[in-house]
């Protein structure tokens, strides 16, 4: 366990298992409605995007877009590589909180559309006139699942000089599953 230093990349894993760092983690998830997905094309172009979602108790992360989107067409060619940054974008300067998300993406099975819709349409306090077959088949439109498999949280910032320096705090995922 080390302190966030420049020789580790400003990277803090003394808080990496304090409660009140895994609550802050659930609270940034469940408060915020909207993340940045980050995708790369096959040639190494990067593009991110802002999606509406969803999740579920193992923290995947669900959203719906066009089959043709720039972001999508990025995960069918990349192994469905992708990183989520969640945030409020709305916070003064120093006083941003979010989490950062690694993993890959999938369209969810067709078996699986109706559930992932009802948890999409839950979290927007909406119920359009959808059904499954909305995103299956020739519609243009599918339902994606990201799966984490590394998860941080912004940490204090630290004073060098007359600087402010940003960190991180990794964070297991078995230990936020794990603290509801």
Same mark, same amino acid.
């Not at 469940?30 to 593009?47: N, R, V």
């Not at 120093?94 to 992932?116: F, H, I, N, P």
């Not at 819709?117 to 909305?134: E, I, N, V, Y």
């Given at each position: 366990?080390?302190?966030?230093?420049?020789?580790?990349?400003?990277?803090?894993? =003394?808080?990496?298992?304090?409660?009140?760092?895994?609550?802050?983690?659930?609270?940034?998830?469940?408060?915020?409605?909207?993340?940045?997905?980050?995708?790369?094309?096959?040639?190494? +172009?990067?593009? !991110?995007?802002?999606?509406?979602?969803?999740?579920?108790?193992?923290?995947?992360? +669900?959203?719906?877009?066009?089959?043709?989107?720039?972001?999508?067409?990025?995960?069918?060619?990349?192994?469905?590589?992708?990183?989520?940054?969640?945030?409020?974008?709305?916070?003064?300067?120093?006083?941003?909180?979010?989490?950062?998300?690694?993993?890959?993406? /999938?369209?969810?099975?067709?078996?699986?559309?109706?559930?992932?819709?009802?948890? =999409?349409?839950?979290?927007?306090?909406?119920?359009?006139?959808?059904?499954?077959?909305?995103? =299956?088949?020739?519609?243009?439109?599918?339902?994606?699942? +990201?799966?984490?498999?590394?998860?941080?949280? /912004?940490?204090?910032?630290?004073?060098?000089?007359?600087?402010? !320096?940003? /960190?991180?705090?990794? =964070?297991?995922?078995?230990?936020?599953?794990?603290?509801?």
């Amino acid at each position: 366990m080390t302190p966030a230093t420049a020789e580790n990349g400003w990277i803090n894993t =003394l808080d990496s298992d304090n409660p009140e760092v895994i609550a802050k983690a659930h609270r940034i998830i469940s408060s915020i409605h909207y993340c940045t997905l980050s995708t790369c094309s096959p040639d190494g +172009f990067p593009w !991110v995007s802002p999606i509406f979602f969803a999740y579920d108790d193992h923290w995947n992360i +669900f959203w719906s877009s066009a089959i043709a989107a720039k972001h999508s067409q990025n995960l069918y060619c990349n192994q469905g590589r992708a990183l989520i940054a969640i945030y409020d974008s709305t916070k003064a300067e120093g006083k941003g909180e979010g989490l950062y998300l690694a993993g890959s993406a /999938t369209q969810v099975d067709r078996d699986s559309v109706a559930d992932v819709m009802q948890r =999409l349409f839950k979290r927007a306090g909406s119920s359009p006139d959808r059904t499954p077959q909305d995103y =299956l088949d020739a519609s243009p439109r599918r339902i994606y699942c +990201f799966q984490p498999q590394e998860v941080w949280v /912004t940490g204090e910032r630290v004073v060098i000089g007359n600087q402010l !320096v940003d /960190t991180k705090i990794p =964070l297991s995922l078995s230990a936020i599953l794990a603290q509801k």
